[in-house]
C-alpha cells in the first residue's frame, strides 16, 4: 500500500525522505517533486526498478528514462564526454529546467532500455529532490504520469494516475512550472535541441552561440525518375547517435555500475 507525506510539516518531510530513501534502496518506486512536474523515481543501477517505472507507466525499452542527480560531480561521473558546450549549459542552468543528453560513461553497467549508449541527465532546482538524491545518488526519474496523460503537477495528480505502483509519494505543493524541461542533445558536433521547454530557445542560443532545431533538417531532394523506389529513404545512422526524444520528461535516452559520486558531492546551488 502506497504512503504519502505532507512535506510542507517538517517531521513529516524528514519521515518522508527517509522512507522514500529506504524504498529506492529496496528497488521500489517513488513520486518526488521536481522544479517542472512531478516525477516518478527508481534506483537508476537496479534494472527491475527501471522495469516497473517503465511498466507503471506504460511504457517500452524503446522510450528509456532520464536520470536525476543531486550534484555536477555526479553528473560529470555518468557521462563520457560533455562536448564543447555541455559545461557551459550547466553552469548557467544547472540546477534547473534542463535536461542534456550525453555519451554514457561506457565503463557503468546498468540498463534504462534502449538508450543507444546515451544518457539524458538533469539536475533539478529543488531542495527536496536534491536532498533525496545526495541520499539514493542518481535515480531513474520520468513525469509522473501514465504514457500519453498530462504530466502530474501535484502528487494528488500523480497518485491518481499511478496508484498503488508507487510506494512512496512525497507531496510538496503544486510543482515550480507547468512545462517540461529542456532537452539539448550534446552527442554531435553542434548542440541540437531535442525539445523545447522551460528554458527558451533563445536563452539556449545564448549560451551556445549555435543551436541546431528539426527546422534545420534539410528536405530531402525527389529521386530522379530512374532512381530506385528506396532512393528517397533517409540513410539510417550507423552510429546511433540520435537520441530518443522524452515525453513529458518522458521520452528519454539514459545510461549504466553504480559510482558514489553523489554521496559526498555539493549539491552545487
Not at 61 to 75: E, N, T
Amino acid at each position: 500500500m502506497s504512503r504519502r507525506y505532507d512535506c510542507s510539516e517538517p517531521l513529516e518531510r524528514t519521515k518522508g525522505i527517509a522512507d522514500a530513501v529506504s524504498a529506492v534502496r529496496r528497488g521500489e518506486l517513488v513520486v518526488l517533486p521536481t522544479d517542472t512536474v512531478y516525477g516518478i523515481g527508481a534506483d537508476a543501477f537496479t534494472p527491475s526498478a527501471v522495469t516497473a517505472l517503465l511498466d507503471a507507466k506504460g511504457r517500452g525499452r524503446d522510450m528509456p528514462s532520464p536520470v536525476l542527480v543531486g550534484s555536477v560531480r555526479a553528473a560529470q561521473a555518468l557521462v563520457d564526454d560533455l562536448g564543447t558546450y555541455g559545461q557551459d549549459l550547466i553552469d548557467e542552468f544547472w540546477p534547473g529546467a534542463l535536461t542534456i543528453v550525453c555519451r554514457a560513461n561506457t565503463t557503468l553497467a546498468w540498463d534504462l532500455g534502449d538508450t543507444k549508449g546515451t544518457v539524458a541527465v538533469r539536475m533539478p532546482l529543488h531542495q527536496l529532490t536534491l536532498e533525496l538524491l545526495k541520499e539514493t545518488g542518481p535515480m531513474a526519474v520520468s513525469s509522473a504520469n501514465r504514457s500519453g496523460a498530462a504530466p502530474s503537477r501535484t502528487a494528488e495528480e500523480a497518485e491518481t494516475q499511478l496508484g498503488d505502483s508507487v510506494s512512496v509519494y512525497l507531496d510538496d505543493g503544486p510543482s515550480g512550472d507547468e512545462m517540461p524541461s529542456s532537452i539539448v542533445d550534446l552527442t554531435g558536433a553542434v548542440p541540437r535541441l531535442l525539445r523545447a521547454g522551460a528554458i527558451s530557445e533563445e536563452r539556449l542560443r545564448e549560451v551556445c552561440g549555435v543551436l541546431l532545431s528539426d527546422e534545420d533538417d534539410p528536405a530531402p531532394e525527389p529521386p530522379a525518375d530512374d532512381a530506385p523506389k528506396d532512393a528517397a529513404k533517409p540513410a539510417e545512422d550507423p552510429q546511433n547517435t540520435r537520441s530518443p526524444l522524452p515525453e513529458a520528461d518522458a521520452k528519454t535516452p539514459a545510461p549504466a555500475d553504480r559510482t558514489n559520486a553523489d554521496k559526498d558531492a555539493p549539491t552545487d546551488r
